[in-house]
């Protein structure tokens, strides 16, 4: 059978992901650290501990894995409480491991792509309120000056903020996530300092590098009626799509927060995203229930017939990647796949989940929207938040305990399409193929 591919543009980057409390270890002054040690938090009581040991070292291994498989490109993020582990210290060595890394990735062919918050934060920011306080813009933003004034000479692209919208519905309306509340007025609050934040490091990052790309990466979720048409389910809908997927962006646009029951201007944060960081991972159906005032009426649940994950923590819904790549496009700027993958210890779902998101990714890039790089999420198994250890994202397993690697079934899968540049029924008929009629029915 001739050969048959879904061809990437050039120069495309293909990478993993990672962020660094979840994969560092060894690290007691942050607030997650304070929080896995607070009972019940996290499941099971599971700890970061060592992580995957990159603060001992072991980053090198694990990139050398990436190089080694045909990635090209890797998304890593700067821990704000080792650079400045108090209010008036810096510690330059531990600018400078940072700096070692980057440079590495630069001449092993590694285009790096760095994130400035990745959800944790120093302890003493925390004590003085986090991102609560409306001192916390400033104080990001000199860490950021320090942190880009350094790292600049290897990095073009910069993420500020990993994804505010999970940042703030998980601290401050689920509170699974430190500091645990569930305040909507706070919730508010926390929304309009991360865009001062985040602007005011957008200005610095340019100040100091003029040709550098500069976004935020959001949590896009796809959320579908659950009756189609029902006029009651799209209150629900658009109020969700409004305030978890769209509000964000939409105010580096124009300045106006817009969270429905909320309006707002901050005209400082107009024209403040160089690309669109698109974080897919699975979609809802969203209905609507009388019975549920606390959360605007609204039920969620995973689409009927869709596989799930290990923990059903995610549906592997492709088309959602689509409605993802769709929304990214109308802001008119370069779009980046910041994060897409699922948790599968075993790697049964994995492979299939990772073509078939792969796939809608193609076909954005053949409407010519302009996509210039996907990064899995991630690289190894690593420490997943207020779910410990028991979900594992990653493309090599991890043996906490020994610290050893394995190497799963979906390597070879990414490493074909990274050298390939692209989606080839080879591929998929050999490694794939219980979607080989699905994604190439002529063949
Ligand atoms: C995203 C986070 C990332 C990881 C994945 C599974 O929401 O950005 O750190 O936990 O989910």
């Not at 689409?303 to 819904?317: D, K, M, Q, R, T």
């Amino acid at each position: 059978m001739p050969e048959a591919i879904f061809q990437f543009p050039r120069g495309f980057l293909w990478g993993c992901a990672t962020a660094a409390h979840q994969v560092e270890g060894g690290n007691s002054n942050n607030n997650w650290s304070k929080w896995e040690e607070t009972p019940g938090k996290i499941v099971n009581g599971h700890r970061s501990g060592l992580a995957c040991d990159w603060w001992g070292g072991r980053w090198l291994e694990d990139l050398e894995r990436a190089r080694d498989s045909g990635q090209n490109a890797h998304r890593l993020s700067i821990e704000w409480s080792r650079i400045q582990p108090e209010p008036d210290r810096w510690d330059d060595e531990a600018l400078l491991k940072y700096t070692e890394m980057l440079r590495w990735m630069t001449r092993n062919g590694i285009t790096p792509l760095v994130t400035l918050h990745h959800f944790t934060d120093p302890l003493w920011l925390s004590e003085r309120g986090g991102w609560e306080s409306e001192d916390t813009p400033a104080l990001f933003a000199r860490f950021c000056r320090r942190v880009v004034k350094t790292l600049k000479d290897y990095v073009n692209l910069w993420v500020t903020i990993n994804e505010p919208n999970v940042y703030i519905l998980s601290g401050w309306v689920e509170g699974v996530f430190p500091p645990g509340k569930q305040d909507l007025k706070l919730a508010a609050r926390v929304f309009t300092n991360l865009v001062q934040g985040h602007s005011a490091a957008y200005r610095i990052i340019h100040e100091l590098q003029p040709e550098a790309r500069v976004g935020v990466a959001t949590n896009y979720r796809s959320f579908a009626p659950a009756h189609p048409g029902s006029p009651l389910d799209k209150l629900p809908l658009g109020f969700v799509n409004q305030v978890f997927n769209r509000a964000f962006n939409n105010c580096l646009v124009d300045g106006k927060v817009d969270l429905v029951f909320k309006k707002y201007k901050l005209p400082q944060a107009a024209g403040t995203q160089d690309f669109i960081g698109l974080n897919y991972y699975t979609r809802d159906v969203v209905s609507f229930n009388l019975l549920k005032p606390g959360a605007f009426f609204h039920q969620r649940a995973f689409p009927a017939g869709a596989a799930l994950s290990e923990n059903h923590f995610i549906a592997n819904v492709p088309a959602g990647m689509w409605d993802g790549l769709k929304w990214a496009h109308a802001y008119g700027i370069p779009i980046i796949v910041t994060e897409n993958g699922i948790e599968d210890s075993r790697d049964t779902l994995r492979p299939r989940y990772l073509v078939e998101h792969l796939h809608q990714v193609w076909r954005a890039a053949n409407y010519n929207y302009q996509l210039k790089g996907y990064f899995h999420w991630s690289l190894v198994d690593n420490f997943e938040w207020e779910r410990g250890w028991t979900q594992r994202f990653g493309l090599w397993g991890l043996d906490v305990d020994t610290q050893q690697r394995n190497r799963r079934r979906s390597v070879d899968v990414y490493e074909r399409v990274c050298r390939e540049n692209g989606l080839s029924s080879h591929m998929v008929a050999e490694l794939v193929p219980d979607v080989l009629d699905a994604l190439f029915p002529d063949h």
